[in-house]
Every structure is written in C-alpha cells, then in structure tokens.
C-alpha cells in the first residue's frame, strides 16, 4: 500500500465518521488540514512543511495533473 493510498483511506474514514457525527465534510476537511500541518512540522520540521504546502498552494488550480505522479 502506498503513501497516498494509506492517505485516502484515512481521509474516507474520516468523512464517514464525520457524515457519522453531522459535521460537514469541509469542516472535517479543514480539521484534517490544520491536524496534518501540526503533525507534519512536529515530524519533517516546519522547514519542509512549508514546502510541501507551498508546493501544493502554487498548484492548487490543477493545472500540473499530480495523480498520474502519485501511486495509487
């Protein structure tokens, strides 16, 4: 299993819990955003927590196509 598989699975059981409990899925979302970046500067410092999410921000238009990149 992948990275980004373990990722997803995690970010579904997240939004079933979430739809479990009423929350919207964009609040649950932000929860794992904000939980993610705490746990990612705790572990890979904030040097390249930075990085990554300015990596992410600058694309976020989903002009550069990532999935092909990720494995599955």
Known sequence: ?????IAKQCMADALAA???ENINHSDALEALIITAIAEMTT???????A????YELR???GVL???F???R
């Open 65 to 67: 196509d990532k999935d």
């Open 1 to 5: 299993m992948s990275k980004y598989s």
């Open 69 to 71: 990149l990720r494995a």
């Open 51 to 54: 990085e990554v999410i300015d």
């Open 18 to 20: 979430a739809d479990e």
């Open 59 to 61: 694309n976020i238009s």
């Open 43 to 49: 572990t890979a410092g904030a040097t390249r927590t």
